[in-house]
Nanobody, 116 residues
């Protein structure tokens, strides 16, 4: 079945950087819009960034604009989230999402903790 596997999370100090990766398998990766979401316990899942199927267009939550960059490599079936200038409020579980028409898939999540 379809698998989305996130990696790259961890503990980082405020102002630091992390790069998340999401490797997809068993789907036609290049036709899917790919997104990163995040969730804090007790709160709704929040859309962080989206990249279109061809990679030509991206969108970001206002809270991460100018600090985070989403990109994809269709040859490697992988989407990335480069996170710079991290803040304590970026602490969350980050989820990868693939969406095309009615098809919608999620990864298991990776924890990002920003703390000194």
């Amino acid at each position: 079945q379809v698998q989305l596997v996130e990696s790259g999370g961890g503990l980082v100090q405020p102002g630091g950087s992390l790069r998340l990766s999401c490797a997809a398998s068993k789907l036609s990766f290049s036709i899917y819009a790919m997104s990163w979401y995040r969730q804090i316990p007790g709160k709704e899942r929040e859309l962080v960034a989206t990249v279109t199927s061809g990679g030509g267009s991206t969108n970001y939550a206002d809270s991460v604009k100018g600090r985070f960059t989403i990109s994809r490599d269709n040859a490697k079936n992988t989407v990335y989230l480069q996170m710079n200038s991290l803040k304590a409020e970026d602490t969350a579980v980050y989820y990868c999402n693939a969406q095309w028409l009615r098809f919608d898939y999620w990864g298991q999540g990776t924890q990002v903790t920003v703390s000194s």
